[in-house]
Antibody, heavy 121, light 110 residues
Framework: EVELVESGGGLVQPGGSLRLSCAAS????????MNWVRQTPGKGLVWVAR????????SYADAVKGRFSISRDNAEDTLALQMNRLRADDTAVYYC??????????????WGQGALVTVSS | QSVLTQPPSASGTPGQRVTISCSGG????????VNWYQQLPGAAPKLLIY???QRPSGVPDRFSGSKSGTSASLAISGLQSEDEADYHC???????????FGGGTKLTVL
């Protein structure tokens, strides 16, 4: 069974840093693109970052570009999101999501339970 | 402000059919497939419809999706109380080089 488990969330002051991790199991992690998606309480989903299956290519939403860094360790089946220079509007639940599909049709077919990040003084 | 536009709320009575719309543009819905996610209260999102109209294994056939031009729709027939959830549409945007979502629609079963 596919499982994604996030960890590392918590309370951090504005300007601070936090590193989220996502442990994957139940599938061949190295074959899939992976993503981070966040959700402000009571609001919609917002895509944050994406990484190629071999880690060679990354992309970011404009709101986090230059401050966040996505990475992966295919030997350990883990995904990470390093978040620097955090701001109050980064407060959200962060989900890791597996990108499945093929032949032009891609989608997030598995999601973690989410990790709450609160940026506040 | 979300790139894709969804109504913030929808409602129906048990047994009724409801539809939720998702509007975009040529760089997103117009050129790519649309996915829908169901998010039950307090839970993570779950894939509901992919590739415009395909259901993952385990999703009841009461749920169906369609796409036309730069808009997509999710239809739920035979509405049940357990369908009360938030529904999010999503697709890839070729101009932004990013995944984009709608703002989500909160479905209430009256």
């Amino acid at each position: 069974e596919v499982e994604l488990v996030e960890s590392g969330g918590g309370l951090v002051q504005p300007g601070g840093s936090l590193r989220l991790s996502c442990a994957a199991s139940g599938f061949t992690f190295s074959r899939f693109w992976m993503n981070w998606v966040r959700q402000t309480p009571g609001k919609g989903l917002v895509w944050v970052a994406r990484i190629h299956s071999d880690g060679s290519t990354t992309s970011y939403a404009d709101a986090v570009k230059g401050r966040f860094s996505i990475s992966r360790d295919n030997a350990e089946d883990t995904l990470a999101l390093q978040m620097n220079r955090l701001r109050a509007d980064d407060t959200a639940v962060y989900y890791c999501a597996r990108e499945g599909g093929g032949y032009g049709a891609y989608y997030f077919d598995s999601w973690g339970q989410g990790a709450l990040v609160t940026v506040s003084s | 402000q979300s790139v894709l536009t969804q109504p913030p709320s929808a409602s129906g009575t048990p047994g009724q059919r409801v539809t939720i719309s998702c509007s975009g543009g040529s760089s997103n819905i117009g050129g790519n497939t649309v996915n829908w996610y169901q998010q039950l209260p307090g839970a993570a999102p779950k894939l509901l419809i992919y590739n415009n109209n395909q259901r993952p294994s385990g999703v009841p056939d009461r749920f169906s999706g369609s796409k036309s031009g730069t808009s997509a729709s999710l239809a739920i027939s035979g509405l049940q109380s357990e369908d009360e959830a938030d529904y999010h549409c999503a697709t890839w945007d070729d101009s932004l080089n990013a995944w984009v979502f709608g703002g989500g629609t909160k479905l209430t079963v009256l």
